[in-house]
């Protein structure tokens, strides 16, 4: 076993993980953060990193190369032992750094289970897991094919976009047609899918050699989808513990790692019930911690921080030691956000003593309440759903997606 320090790089073109750098840190290491040219305002754990690079534009516009040569220069005075994705968008540039400098992690083929929707479907169906009817958009016979016999309204899917970004729902094979047309060679980058209504749930977990050591199932009260489409208000809340939808989804869950290969890290995998038929259907998956705050609430709930420990599981590993799991707790835990007409909301009338945390960016309303009382936590989220709704939210219109992984 190896007791000294590693060196760790760490990439994130969003502003996003200073619990994980700092624990990382705290560990011992050497922290390099890669990062957007446009976050160097972000208040980033800039104490807790020992050098930060930035890149020009953010995400899709990182030139690969120039990163690859960059992390090639550093490289020259300094060992990398470990590359970490903290994003869902960053998870090509660490597959593709790892392939190219050969370091180990995550390779370019396991990356793409975890980042395009495609590759997810198929390996899951491979796998005998159930998915929505699905079909690329390569084949215009098997388009055709797949409108005649499996019926609308369906949804066109971005293989690449995070969460509901980008996803058209259409209710006919003329519509289907008409927006593949509008698309033109971006039709690559989509799938069509049946869209399948039902109540959606994400769980959310640590990984180690292969094992769910932690896993925490959540149900959204209003979906990402819903949000992404006619605005409102974001809600999620953990399920009751050994319930039998948390049992259905923590056994998915397990057989969606084992096959797609995933050894070590944070996952964050959502699942739909569909209400016609009462069957767990997978939807998508993410080999990083749950974005909205969702990572709070877990911790709201349980105790247990996904960032912090899942630096130590990456610390754990790279040093070739033990990694033990902090005790959880069993409380029950839910968010509402929304974003807000105030740049900074006074969220002050909100006092009751289950509130746990106040969301602190900026143009959000959003909190999170706890309790042992599951029915306790529903009643304060659809109350605090209301009162955001009356005197906070706002709404803007989704971006276009223009550009594609």
Not at 144 to 164: C, F, G, M, T
Not at 275 to 293: C, K, N, P
Request: proline content about 3%; hydrophobic content about 40%.
């Amino acid at each position: 076993m190896d007791t000294s320090g590693k060196t760790f790089l760490c990439i994130s073109n969003y502003f996003k993980g200073n619990a994980f750098l700092i624990s990382l840190k705290k560990q011992g290491n050497r922290v390099f953060l890669v990062t957007s040219e446009n976050l160097k305002e972000h208040p980033w754990a800039f104490e807790y990193i020992d050098e930060v690079f930035y890149m020009p534009g953010q995400d899709l516009d990182w030139d690969l190369n120039l990163l690859l040569q960059g992390v090639g220069g550093l490289m020259k005075e300094n060992k990398i032992d470990a590359i970490v994705a903290l994003d869902d968008y960053d998870v090509e540039k660490a597959t593709f750094l790892r392939e190219n400098l050969r370091i180990s992690g995550m390779g370019q083929t396991t990356g793409r289970y975890f980042r395009d929707k495609l590759a997810m479907r198929i390996k899951a169906q491979d796998a005998g897991i159930n998915v929505p009817a699905f079909s690329p958009l390569f084949n215009d016979e098997d388009i055709n094919q797949y409108a005649d016999h499996i019926p609308a309204p369906w949804v066109l899917k971005p293989r690449s976009e995070a969460s509901a970004h980008g996803i058209i729902k259409v209710h006919n094979k003329e519509e289907l047609w008409k927006h593949i047309h509008e698309l033109g060679d971006n039709r690559l980058y989509y799938l069509v899918e049946q869209f399948k209504p039902g109540d959606v749930y994400h769980a959310d977990g640590l990984m180690l050699d292969g094992k769910n050591i932690f896993l925490t199932v959540s149900k959204y009260l209003a979906t990402p989808m819903e949000i992404s489409q006619g605005g409102g208000i974001f809600r999620s809340a953990n399920l009751e513990y050994g319930s039998a939808d948390e049992k259905a989804i923590k056994k998915v869950n397990k057989d969606i790692m084992k096959a797609f290969g995933l050894k070590s890290g944070a996952t964050h995998t959502e699942f739909i019930k569909c209400h016609e038929d009462g069957e767990i259907y997978f939807l998508e998956t993410s080999s990083r911690v749950g974005g909205a705050h969702l990572a709070e609430m877990v911790e709201a709930a349980t105790s247990i921080n996904l960032w912090t420990e899942w630096a130590k599981i990456e610390d754990s590993l790279a040093r070739g030691k033990e990694y033990k799991l902090p005790k959880s707790v069993k409380q029950y835990a839910g968010i509402v956000l929304t974003l807000s007409k105030f740049q900074n909301p006074d969220l002050s009338s909100f006092d009751d003593p289950e509130v746990y945390f106040k969301v602190p960016l900026e143009y959000h309303a959003g909190l999170i309440v706890r309790s042992k009382n599951r029915d306790k936590v529903l009643a304060l989220l659809d109350d605090y759903a209301d009162r955001l709704t009356r005197d906070f939210s706002t709404s803007a219109a989704a971006p276009e997606v223009k550009k594609f992984h």
